[in-house]
């Protein structure tokens, strides 16, 4: 069972950045491709970004592209997402989650690839 708990969510003003980090625990970690999910008040989970296992493919949202980066450090179990440029509309909960699929170059964007989830983490961009 993995474990997974987001940090590094807040309060920035639009055009600002943050970077949100999950830390996992459990399971192999180097196992896994990584994801990040975002949830805003009445709308449904969106895909943001994902990360192969090794870190050598990655997939954005078209909307994410340009103004995220996901990367992750194995030896930390620690994925990251790096937000700039942000925006408004980027108010949500942010959630990681991990697929444990064998697809060495799987970066997924459909949550129900992914098996385990964190509890997530509040980004607000507001003036």
């Known amino acids: 069972q993995v474990q997974l708990v987001e940090s590094g969510g807040g309060l920035v003003q639009p055009g600002g950045s943050l970077r949100l980090s999950c830390a996992a625990s459990g399971g192999t970690f180097s196992l896994y491709a990584m994801g990040w999910f975002r949830q805003a008040p009445g709308k449904e989970r969106e895909f943001v970004a994902a990360?192969?296992?090794?870190?050598?493919?990655?997939n954005f949202a078209d909307s994410m592209k340009g103004r995220f980066t996901i990367s992750r450090d194995n030896t930390k179990s620690t994925v990251y997402l790096q937000m700039n440029s942000l925006k408004p509309e980027d108010t949500a909960v942010y959630y990681c989650?991990?697929?444990?699929?064998?697809?060495?170059?799987?970066?997924?964007?459909?949550?129900?690839?992914?098996?385990?989830w964190g509890r997530g983490t509040q980004v607000t961009v507001s003036s």
């Open positions: 989650a991990a697929d444990r699929r064998i697809y060495p170059l799987s970066a997924s964007s459909s949550p129900s690839d992914y098996d385990y």
């Open positions: 990360i192969s296992r090794s870190g050598g493919n990655t």
